[in-house]
């Protein structure tokens, strides 16, 4: 076994192209906006032998903090388009980040101030619906499996053609 490192926001190294059965992605995917999304799928297709299949993990709609941010600028006057592009389904943490701060969030040991500043780098993130994952690829999904442990998760499944 191989581990390889790689920005799947970069082009492909030419030898992981076209080599692989299968190819799992687990919501790498939702960190990214609408074209990181797309120019990611089609990478992560590229490294598929004919034939081979790609497993997309996807976290559908809202995240349950920008659920909390969205009532927190109901409750504090402020704009939603501030920080929600409605129009694209793009949420900008950074924009946010103000808003994050009156946000009780609970990510267990791991301190406040941190969380704070991993949001702020994250920026700006697409949120998905299941026609969005759908209009990435020419292929049909052939099946989607929920995540037993991640409610509105689920993974794709698609084929190469030969
Ligand atoms: C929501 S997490 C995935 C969940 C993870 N598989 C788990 O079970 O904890 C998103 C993952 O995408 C990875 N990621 C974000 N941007 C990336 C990029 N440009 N290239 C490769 N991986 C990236 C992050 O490192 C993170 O592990």
């Known amino acids: 076994m191989a581990?390889?490192?790689?920005?799947?926001?970069?082009?492909?190294?030419?030898?992981?192209?076209g080599i692989f059965d299968y190819v799992i992605s687990d919501r790498?995917?939702?960190?990214f906006?609408?074209?990181?999304?797309?120019?990611?799928?089609?990478?992560?297709?590229?490294?598929?032998?004919?034939?081979?299949?790609?497993?997309?993990?996807?976290k559908l709609g809202l995240e349950t903090i920008d659920q909390q941010?969205?009532?927190?600028?109901?409750?504090?006057?402020?704009?939603?388009?501030?920080?929600?592009?409605?129009?694209?389904s793009t949420i900008d943490y950074t924009a946010a980040r103000s808003l994050?701060?009156?946000v009780d969030f609970d990510y267990g040991v791991v301190p406040r101030e941190v969380i704070l500043n991993w949001f702020d780098q994250r920026g700006r993130e697409g949120r998905y619906s299941e026609a969005d994952?759908?209009?990435?690829?020419?292929?049909?999904a052939f099946k989607t499996m929920e995540f037993?442990?991640?409610?509105?998760?689920?993974?794709?499944?698609?084929?190469?053609?030969h």
Not at 133 to 140: H, I, L, M, P, T
Request: proline letters at 4%.
């Open 28 to 31: 790498i995917v939702n960190r």
């Open 33 to 58: 906006t609408h074209d990181e999304f797309l120019y990611a799928s089609k990478t992560l297709a590229s490294f598929l032998a004919p034939g081979g299949c790609l497993g997309l993990g996807v």
């Open 3 to 17: 581990v390889i490192r790689h920005d799947i926001l970069r082009e492909a190294p030419n030898e992981l192209v």
């Open 148 to 161: 037993p442990d991640t409610p509105a998760t689920k993974v794709f499944s698609f084929e190469r053609e």
């Open 133 to 140: 994952v759908g209009s990435v690829f020419r292929w049909r």
């Open 100 to 102: 994050l701060e009156k």
């Open 69 to 88: 941010l969205m009532a927190a600028a109901k409750a504090n006057n402020v704009q939603t388009s501030d920080f929600w592009d409605a129009g694209t």
